[in-house]
């Protein structure tokens, strides 16, 4: 059985869960998200504000998802209380970004501007022209939206100018030395 999986999941106060059929809803206070609940899992409430997450049957398919079911609801559980959050720094001489409605801006060495629109589920701030924050409740959109600003352009090795997440270290190389 999926060590993940099997583990229970008590639902804060805040949080409600509605169970209706094939799919999960958690409510919070910082919104509300579904799951759709794959074949050969099960999933449920008892009375005292636990989800449990059980396999119906035992084929190769349902143990996959019996541990990535569980997973998903954890991340849905942290979402919808506290949400995700990633940050990004960007580094070189004139390079900086500026946001305008749902639209992100990026002067990051090119000859022309990088114009990014944001998905509406995603919030994202911008301080002191390098300092770009995205949060919002589901994990894996913060994750693509923080991936695809930082895709516009990377941090190169050599002087390390460009775009990365605040914790990310750059690895630098020595350049061409003249002899």
Do not use: C, W
């Not at 390098?130 to 949060?135: D, E």
Request: charged content about 25%; overall charge positive; aromatic content about 4%.
């Amino acid at each position: 059985m999926s060590r993940i999986g099997k583990q229970p999941m008590p639902l804060p106060n805040e949080v409600k869960a509605h169970l209706e059929d094939g799919a999960i809803t958690l409510e919070g206070p910082k919104g509300k998200m579904s799951l759709k609940i794959p074949e050969g899992i099960k999933v449920a409430l008892d009375d005292q504000n636990v989800l449990q997450v059980t396999r119906t049957n035992d084929t190769k398919q349902a143990r996959a998802n019996h541990g990535t079911t569980r997973a998903l609801l954890g991340n849905i559980l942290v979402g919808v209380t506290a949400g995700y959050s990633r940050e990004l720094e960007i580094h070189g001489v004139g390079y900086k970004a500026t946001l305008s409605g749902r639209t992100l801006t990026l002067d990051v060495g090119y000859s022309h501007q990088v114009v990014y629109t944001v998905p509406d589920e995603v919030d994202v701030e911008v301080t002191g022209n390098t300092q770009i924050k995205v949060s919002g409740i589901d994990k894996q959109l913060v994750g693509q939206v923080s991936a695809r600003i930082r895709a516009f352009r990377p941090p190169e090795p050599y002087k390390g100018k460009g775009v990365r997440y605040k914790d990310e270290q750059v690895r630098r190389k020595a350049g061409k030395t003249v002899a």
